[in-house]
């Protein structure tokens, strides 16, 4: 792992992050915003989350899909902030979704579980995390990418939950991941600081 480079988040407690093949987007917990950034960090635009407690974000190639670390819900939103719909996830709280091409995988923060769930919340299969506070997650297009603000690690898993390698993240406090299609980007949310990080 190499950092390429380091931008301020926007908002108070930024958690998620979800790359649309152009910009960043990026969830405050707190503040209760979904924020739209370029790779530089300049805001384009911002708008309110679904609910209080929304914590983490991913992209499917035309929606925004929210969690909610409070109530367990997940929302699926139109980059102007419009709910389409909202169902239950697999378990309260959630952290941070990753989406595949096909389905959404989901951390259970308290359980220590990562869900592979399809877009009406019917669970698939779930496996257990490699530690116990499981956060970010991201897919690459073959693997799954996951944070734990237990180890203070990145960990590079197939979707079977196996563990391929492992790397120290930069500082602690680590939140949501996303992939941009060549480099990783990582929340810090203790510094609200983004990390542009390679994979390797």
């Known amino acids: 792992m190499a950092i390429i480079k380091s931008i301020n988040a926007p908002g108070t407690s930024p958690t998620g992050i979800t790359f649309d ?13 979904i924020y739209k950034i ?3 960090g300049q805001v384009i635009k911002s708008f309110a989350t679904p609910a209080s407690g929304t914590i983490g974000i991913e992209f499917d190639g035309k929606y925004l899909w929210c969690c909610n670390f409070t109530t367990g819900l997940i929302y ?3 980059k102007n902030g419009q709910v389409i719909k909202s169902f239950a996830g697999p378990a309260t709280p959630l952290r941070d979704l990753a989406f595949d091409g096909k389905y959404l995988w989901v951390v259970d923060y308290s359980g220590n579980l990562i869900y592979k769930i399809n877009k009406n919340g019917q669970v698939i299969k779930s496996f257990a995390t490699p530690s116990t506070k499981p956060v970010g997650i991201t897919f690459d297009g073959k693997y799954l990418w996951h944070s734990d603000s237990n180890t203070n690690l990145m960990y590079k898993l197939n979707k079977n939950g196996q563990v391929i390698k492992s790397f120290s993240i930069p500082d602690t406090t680590p939140q949501g991941i996303t992939f941009d299609g060549k480099y990783l980007w990582h929340i810090n949310n203790s510094r609200k600081l983004i990390y542009q990080i390679s994979r390797v």
């Not at 093949?21 to 915003?33: E, H, P, T």
């Open 21 to 33: 093949g152009k910009y960043l987007w990026i969830v405050d917990y707190s503040g209760n915003l």
């Open 38 to 40: 370029n790779k530089n």
């Open 76 to 78: 699926k939103i139109n």
